[in-house]
């Protein structure tokens, strides 16, 4: 490529944006990675444990994961609304990190499905506390031209450990004779170097408070300062979720078609080799493109992605789709973080990450309950056709909102 005389040469913009990011969102991201290495080697394994071990029903799987998942929620929304009250965000972020860290032995030793609940809460309060004031720290480092680029950064090297997590989990397999409870044992190790990075690796800059919050720290009148466009998207998002029910039920849908229980973890790999190599793409192209448009086709796929499960008879179609799935997850996720940084006040982005994950959690502890309920009494398909429906209907409010 020819350069003019005078003019510095022109960069690619995938690779001058990523120099541009700041170093602190680097570290969450290899936070993020050592975090999900520790959790998806458990997760990966934890639905086939339930049914294996303790013969453990599908509306009993779906009613652990919707507990869980609605507890992350509630305390996302209060660990943000702290985090701009202290105006800090790390020491939340540590605590959560570490808390996720302290119960995975409680995997390993589980002698019901009730130590199995007990340990999904107290790793989905770690979850709840970490997030919001995480997310936050992304959007406070870094300049709005780049955003997406950001935590497309950042949700790209998270999924490299949701890679990892279930080769771990394949390789520890294999080498142990299917023994759950050592693989469980063995992911504490990434997840404790996951909070020494992040406790010595990040520096949070000194921010001020908003004068609402200073008052107290969860004081209504603050959600006046959130606008129209805000809280669209949190109903947009709560919509999604109800269909959106955790991935035990793509698991469960996997070993359904006949692939073997050594292998069901390798179907996380593909969503999350597809699924890292999107994200930062995705997100680069949103500062260019527009968020709104990308996240419309992040919707849609996810619709036709759940609409395949309904109808897959074969292994080779599972793969595909678990392929595709990962693919939404790149386009949607950073992009839908980068939406709420932009349309939030600076001083108050953890409070508008934390009500929009509430709305989120609490779809998704129905949609959990409806995916289990659904897929106990009218099979698998009833699962993810209603999946696919509640993702269309919220395509459809998103565009609607957009005009």
């Excluded at 992040?198 to 009148?221: D, M, Y």
């Excluded at 073997?260 to 500062?287: E, H, I, K, Q, R």
């Amino acid at each position: 490529m020819s350069v003019t005389k005078g003019q510095p040469p022109r960069k690619n913009k995938f690779f001058a944006n990523i120099q541009r990011i700041p170093r602190n969102v680097w570290v969450l991201g290899f936070v993020s990675l050592l975090t999900d290495i520790s959790s998806e080697t458990v997760n990966s394994l934890l639905p086939l444990f339930l049914v294996s071990t303790f013969q453990t029903g599908v509306l009993t799987i779906g009613i652990i994961e919707g507990i869980a998942e609605a507890t992350a929620a509630i305390v996302k929304m209060f660990s943000g609304v702290i985090s701009d009250y202290f105006a800090s965000r790390k020491s939340l972020a540590v605590i959560g990190y570490g808390l996720s860290t302290l119960v995975k032995p409680l995997f390993a030793l589980a002698t019901s499905p009730a130590w199995i609940l007990a340990a999904r809460f107290g790793d989905r309060v770690g979850k709840g506390i970490r997030v919001a004031p995480r997310d936050a720290l992304v959007a406070d480092d870094t300049p709005e031209e780049i955003r997406g680029a950001a935590y497309g950064l950042r949700q790209s090297l998270d999924t490299i450990g949701a890679f990892l997590g279930p080769v771990l989990a394949f390789g520890l397999m294999a080498a142990s004779g299917n023994n759950f409870r050592f693989v469980f044992w063995s992911s504490l190790a990434p997840g404790i170097i996951a909070v020494i990075l992040l406790a010595f690796g990040v520096r949070e800059r000194i921010r001020g408070k908003s004068q609402e919050s200073k008052r107290q720290p969860l004081n209504w009148k603050i959600l006046g300062r959130l606008d129209r466009k805000y809280w669209m998207l949190v109903a947009v998002a709560l919509l999604f979720n109800l269909g959106n029910s955790s991935n035990a039920f793509l698991l469960l849908r996997a070993s359904s078609v006949g692939i073997s229980d050594a292998f069901v973890p390798l179907t996380l790999l593909v969503v999350n080799f597809s699924y890292c190599f999107s994200a930062y793409p995705a997100g680069v192209l949103s500062d260019h493109l527009g968020r709104v448009k990308l996240l419309v086709t992040g919707f849609l796929l996810y619709a036709l992605v759940y609409l395949g499960f309904a109808f897959a008879q074969t292994q080779w179609q599972i793969w595909t789709l678990f392929a595709l799935y990962g693919l939404h997850l790149g386009i949607s996720k950073g992009i839908l973080s980068a939406l709420i940084a932009d349309r939030v006040p600076r001083e108050l982005r953890g409070t508008g990450f934390g009500f929009i994950n509430l709305a989120t959690g609490i779809s998704l502890l129905f949609a959990s309950l409806i995916a289990g309920g659904l897929w106990q009494y009218y099979g698998a398909h009833a699962t993810f056709i209603a999946g696919s429906i509640f993702a269309l209907a919220a395509t459809i409010m998103l565009i609607l909102e957009e005009k």
